[in-house]
Each structure stands twice: as C-alpha cells, then as structure tokens.
C-alpha cells in the first residue's frame, strides 16, 4: 500500500504543479491560429489514435495490476481470489503482451505525425515535455526489444521504461496543454 500512497502522492504533486504552470501561463497564452487545414485534420486523427494506443499501453498496466502481476495488485486483490486464472483475463494479457512493443511503436509514430502535422507549440512547456517522454520510453523500449543490446543496458531500460510514472505525467502535461489550446 506504501507505493499505491506514493504513486497518489507523485501524481497528486504533478497536477498541482502542472496546475500551477496553467494557471499561470492562462491569461497570457500563445494564440493558435485555428486553421482548417487537411494536414492539421489528418493530425488530429494521428493525434486520436496516439491516444487509444497509449490507452491500451497503460491499460496493459492495469490489466496486469487486477490479474496479480505485480506488488501492487497483490496488496489489493486478496489471496484467495486468483484472477489471473479466469480465461478471459488470461488471453486479454496474453494478447496484450504479445501486441505491446507494436502497439508502442505505433503509439510514437501517431503522437509524432500528430506533433509534426499540428505543430509542437514549443512556447507551453507541456509538449516540449511530453514528447521528451514518449521519446523517452520508446528509446528504452526499443533498447529493451533490440536483440544487440547488452544485458546491463537491458536491465536498465527495464527499470526506465516499466516506470508507470512517465504514462501519469504523458497524461497530464498532454491534458492541460490542449487544455490551453482548446478554448
């Protein structure tokens, strides 16, 4: 339960934080020429689908916190339920597991086609940050699926990259940054 409290703890800071930062930049906040472009249109579809990918990124996360694959879940769900054991379940991670490096890969590729079609907005800290981040999980996950990788590598990508504290933060900075945007 101590790391569920930190985990509500961190997540609860970033978004005073990211609050903070919103509030701050709000009155003065760089315009955004809303053109109705077919490159800014077909953005907006790369952007929708980043989102479902990384949905079912973290979801993945979850599943596996409800089955008892992971300290977590251990502490929520008691012993005498074994969730893990229930079909559905099992071939629902099953699944996600074995499409969870192309479904990454994939959700980079969209959230950068989005980036690269609608523009990053340089100028609100929230999207030079969130793509740090998902360049950031996908250098240590490629590194993680890269056969040549040495095995002190490996072991340190494991460690960035399974961090479910880089998804809270993609999450929120993604949030109030549109936020921003979409008034």
Known sequence: MQKFKH?????????LISLGYFLSIYPNRPEDPEHETFLREMG??????GVWALVI????????????QGGLAQRLVP?????SAIPPFKTLLNFLNSTHVYVGTAAIAA????????????????????????LWQGVFGFFLTWRFSPQELKKVSYVVHAQFV??????????FGHLLLDD
């Open 7 to 15: 985990l509500l703890l961190f997540s609860a800071s970033v978004f």
């Open 44 to 49: 907006e579809v790369f952007g929708t689908l």
């Open 57 to 68: 990124i973290y979801g993945r996360t979850l599943v596996k916190l409800t089955v008892g």
């Open 79 to 83: 012993d005498e339920y074994d969730v």
């Open 111 to 134: 959230i950068l086609l989005h980036i690269a079609m609608v523009g990053l907005h340089a100028d609100i800290l929230f999207f030079p940050a969130v793509l740090a981040l998902m």
């Open 166 to 175: 880089t998804g809270i933060m993609i999450g929120i900075f993604s949030v």
